[in-house]
């Protein structure tokens, strides 16, 4: 009783340290786009060009998802996580060094590649630490760090461009991680055997040996992951990536106006995705089976995205903000039970895999759609067919999950 109290206790200061490094993570990956106004002055840089850029990093992040899946699987959540965070920790702090489009390109790939295993170590780490019911609401709570980095890093990154310059700005950005990779190792730590059951699993071989890509694509619930990554990252992608250029040159926003917009975007969006990932909770806590609890909160989250394409007619810019909250909100909700979702049909052995695979497909989803695609329909037809897309694609990845993935199989 003692051993599960003690274990009880901990796996909250778990979550903490898996809210910081994700909140680390996106704080680099979201730095770009806070300061492409002034990198665009200095490097003359142009839409295309910029979205060659992002194009590096969704690249190199989507085969990073690959070889990091894996490799936490083989290696464990403890050692994969130190090197991850100290490989994006450097990767961000070099972009300092940027003097050309290519410069710039090729850290923003590096950084792509390393910030990749964040979600499948802290998925796997949420699987290892706590029991079904509670997983939505854990895999919340740290991944409200996007948000938070979202709410409190334009502001900051801002202010140290202001001062300091962009080059500076990022380069203590980077630097930040280094922290986290002093205290890692003492205060991570994997709980005892047998105080997690594990959930209903889809595979056949629950054995030690752990498993390989070609063990995992024979499900279809794997499928169904990398299709709704696939489809729905691509809207997160996009308003990371643009919103803050959607806003100066659609809206007339300066670098003080998105630095106080977007803070209240992603605010609103933390709100709603702690409130999405702890409704299936809630049902379970109603009688309701995991997945019945884990579907009916993603369709809720599904149905409020179409709502959103009028944003980009919508006259008053602060209707806009509203709609573009909503959308990040729902997204967000979604994220946390599709991350949930790869514990509740796999054994934690597999998570970091399987949703490695998800992330592949979510990042080439978001290389097709949101970074290379995006420079070139925006040059030529505007805006205004990336809101209709990105309202669109979540109802499909809904479909998805109600055709490929049974009660029978997982929960």
Known sequence: MEREDRYSRYRWIIVVLLFLATMNNYANRISLSVVVSEIKGDLG??????????????????????????????????????????????????????????????????????????????????AEWFPVRERSFATALFNSGPHVAMVAGPPLIAA??????????????????????????????????????????????????????????????????????????????????????????????????????????????????????????????????ALRARKTAMFLCAVCLPFTIFAVWAENVWVTIALVSLACGAHSGWSNNTFTLVSDCFPSKAVASVTGLGGFSGALGGFLISTFAVGHIVTWFGYTPIFIIMGLLHPLGMLCILLLVREKRCG
Not at 72 to 83: A, F
Request: glycine residues 12%; positive net charge.
């Open 45 to 126: 840089l142009s839409d295309i060009q910029y979205s060659y850029v992002l194009s590096a990093f969704q690249f190199a992040y989507m085969f990073g998802m690959l070889l990091a899946g894996a490799f936490i699987d083989r290696v464990g959540t403890k050692l994969g996580y130190l090197v991850l965070i100290a490989g994006w920790s450097v990767s961000g702090a070099m972009h300092a060094l940027s003097g050309s489009v290519f410069s710039l390109a090729f850290w923003r790939g590096c950084l792509g590649l390393t910030e990749a295993g964040n979600f499948p170590a802290a998925v796997k780490a949420v």
């Open 160 to 289: 140290m461009t202001l001062r300091f310059g962009w080059k500076t700005a990022l380069l203590i950005l980077g630097l930040s991680g280094m922290l986290l990779v002093v205290f890692w190792p003492f205060l991570y730590r994997k709980p005892a055997s047998g105080l997690v059951a594990e959930a209903a699993s889809v595979l056949q071989n629950d054995g030690d040996s752990g498993y390989r890509w070609r063990d995992l694509l024979v499900y279809r619930e794997t499928w169904a992951i990398m299709s709704i990554k696939f489809l729905t990252d691509a809207v997160w992608w996009f308003y990371i990536f643009w919103l803050p250029n959607y806003l100066n040159s659609q809206r007339g926003f300066d670098l003080k106006g998105i630095a106080i917009a977007v803070p209240v975007i992603y605010f609103i969006a933390v709100l709603l995705g702690i409130i999405g990932g702890w409704l299936p909770g809630w049902f379970m806590g109603r009688g309701w089976s």
